[in-house]
């Protein structure tokens, strides 16, 4: 059994931020993979399905990003799940917009939500880097961050989902490269 947590904040208003891609990534594989209903668990929302051979939890924290550690470890706990069965899809600065990496440990780099995971549980867990560019000066981050996708963005962002989505069974069976590559090939112009 995996978990796969998607990083974002709660309500409506937020929906379509870039720091919500983690939500998105969740939510599109939850849809094309037919994962069963939304339950309230976790200080979250947990869906169940399979991905290929193996049992997928998704789950979205409801803690907001700066508190998301809390309900990924309770998740953890409950289910007595290891670090090395933890995934979680998140925005990235440093990444070309739409652009998709996978990298095991490591650092927050400044996001609150990786942050928060790892004071609860450690850095050494799977991340799905969604590649949101950078502003290109320091001092706009969050605003950036914090700003819905231009409209223009909004056939990228669904082929970027949708790829992720289609090629999830890589990621299901820890093939992270031919994940990455095959997510790749699907963006090509």
């Known amino acids: 059994m995996q ?7 709660p309500g409506p208003q937020y929906a379509m931020q870039r720091h919500n891609v983690g939500f998105m990534a969740v939510d599109t594989i939850a ?31 409801a803690t907001f990003m700066n508190e998301s550690g809390r309900s990924v470890g309770e998740a953890m706990r409950f289910y007595k799940l290891d670090l090395s069965d933890l995934t979680v899809f998140h925005d990235e600065l440093d990444i070309a917009p ?25 850095p050494d867990f799977r991340r799905v880097r969604l590649g949101i560019g950078h502003p290109g000066h320091k001092d706009r981050v969050t605003g950036y961050v914090l700003g819905n996708y231009a409209k223009a963005e909004i056939d990228p962002l669904s082929d970027m989902l949708g790829a992720v989505a289609a090629e999830a069974d890589r990621l299901a069976a820890g093939d992270d490269t031919r994940f990455m590559n095959d997510v790749a090939l699907r963006l090509q112009d």
């Open 3 to 9: 978990l796969w947590v998607g990083l974002g904040n």
């Open 98 to 122: 739409f652009k998709v990496k996978v990298k095991q440990g490591g650092g927050h780099a400044g996001h609150n939500g990786l942050r928060s995971i790892a004071q609860h549980l450690g």
């Open 31 to 61: 849809d094309v993979h037919g994962f069963g209903p939304v339950q309230k668990k976790f200080l979250g929302w947990l869906q169940e399905g399979r991905i290929g051979s193996e049992k997928i939890l998704l789950l979205k924290p």
